[in-house]
């Protein structure tokens, strides 16, 4: 079941899983997990994330609706 669109808002804003990894000092292989949706960051790193794409924390959900 996919939860959020890290995938999806990186290749928006042009940004690789290495390099958020990097900003928000993570491992490489956990980012990536988030990216396929394996695992989930936390509600505090997805508001970490949120800032350093410079996007609303609600673009890295995918909809309820």
Known sequence: MELNRL??????????????????????ATVSRWCTNESQPSLETLFAIAKALRVDVRELLVSTK
Not at 16 to 28: D, I, M, V
């Open 7 to 28: 995938k999806v808002v990186l290749v928006e804003r042009k940004r690789t899983g290495k390099w958020l990894a990097e900003t928000l000092k993570k491992n490489e």
